[in-house]
T-cell receptor
Framework: GIQVEQSPPDLILQEGANSTLRCNFS?????LQWFHQNPWGQLINLFY???GTKQNGRLSATTVATERYSLLYISSSQTTDSGVYFC???????????FGTGTRLQVFP | NAGVMQNPRHLVRRRGQEARLRCSPV?????VYWYRQLPEEGLKFMVY????????ESGMPKERFSAEFPKEGPSILRIQQVVRGDSAAYFC?????????????FGPGTRLTVL
C-alpha cells in the first residue's frame, strides 16, 4: 500500500520562528489534506490541496503531485501552533484517507 | 453550522462488555468514515459508509467490530466483547462528496478505555 512519510518527526521552535514541514507519498493520489491535531486531540482542517499553493493567514501549503510531495509553511509561529501536524491522502481511486507519520511541533514563548 | 458530533466523548468499559459509539455528520453530508488512533500514533482508516450502505470496510477487524449508518439517525460503531487492545481514540469524519474529490471534516473523537 501507499506510504506517507513526514519530516521532521519532531520540531521545537521559539515563538516567532518560521518552519517548513514536509510530506512525501509513494504513489499517485487524488488529493491531499493537512490537519493540525491540537493538544486536546481535536483534528483541525488546514488545507485541502491536490496541487499548487494556498495560503491562509500565517500558514501556506504547496503540493507538487507529479513529484509526490507537499510542504506546509508556518510563519511567525505562536504557542497555539503546538500539536501534531498530519498530512493525509486518499490513494488513487479510493475513498479513505491514509495519514502520514506526523510532525510534533512544540512552540515555546 | 454544527460540525461533526460524536458521543460519548469518553467511554469506559470492562473487558467483555460492548461499546457503542455514535456519530452525527455535518448536515447535508451523506458520507461517513471511522478512524482509530492508538496512543502516540496516526489515524488508521476503519470503514466508509454512505447512507444505509457499507462502501469500504477494509480497515475494520473482521471480528467484534461492526458499523452502520441508517437512513434516520447517527452512524454507530459497535465493538462487542471489548479487550484492552481496543483502548484508543475513535474519530468519525464526514464529507459532502466522496473524499477523493472533497474535504473530510472530523469530529472531536470518542476516547475508549477498556479496564
Amino acid at each position: 500500500g501507499i506510504q506517507v512519510e513526514q519530516s521532521p518527526p519532531d520540531l521545537i521552535l521559539q515563538e516567532g520562528a518560521n518552519s517548513t514541514l514536509r510530506c512525501n507519498f509513494s504513489d499517485s493520489v487524488n488529493n491531499l489534506q493537512w490537519f493540525h491535531q491540537n493538544p486536546w486531540g481535536q483534528l483541525i482542517n488546514l488545507f485541502y490541496i491536490p496541487s499548487g499553493t494556498k495560503q491562509n493567514g500565517r500558514l501556506s501549503a504547496t503540493t507538487v503531485a507529479t513529484e509526490r510531495y507537499s510542504l506546509l509553511y508556518i510563519s511567525s509561529s505562536q504557542t497555539t501552533d503546538s500539536g501534531v501536524y498530519f498530512c493525509a491522502v486518499p490513494p488513487y481511486n479510493t475513498d479513505k484517507l491514509i495519514f502520514g507519520t506526523g510532525t510534533r511541533l512544540q512552540v515555546f514563548p | 453550522n454544527a460540525g461533526v458530533m460524536q458521543n460519548p466523548r469518553h467511554l469506559v468499559r470492562r473487558r467483555g462488555q460492548e461499546a457503542r459509539l455514535r456519530c452525527s455528520p455535518v448536515k447535508g453530508h451523506s458520507h461517513v468514515y471511522w478512524y482509530r488512533q492508538l496512543p502516540e500514533e496516526g489515524l488508521k482508516f476503519m470503514v466508509y459508509l454512505q447512507k444505509e450502505n457499507i462502501i469500504d470496510e477494509s480497515g475494520m477487524p473482521k471480528e467484534r467490530f461492526s458499523a452502520e449508518f441508517p437512513k434516520e439517525g447517527p452512524s454507530i460503531l459497535r465493538i462487542q466483547q471489548v479487550v484492552r487492545g481496543d483502548s484508543a481514540a475513535y474519530f468519525c469524519a464526514s464529507s459532502r462528496d466522496r473524499v477523493r474529490t472533497d474535504t473530510q471534516y472530523f469530529g472531536p473523537g470518542t476516547r475508549l478505555t477498556v479496564l
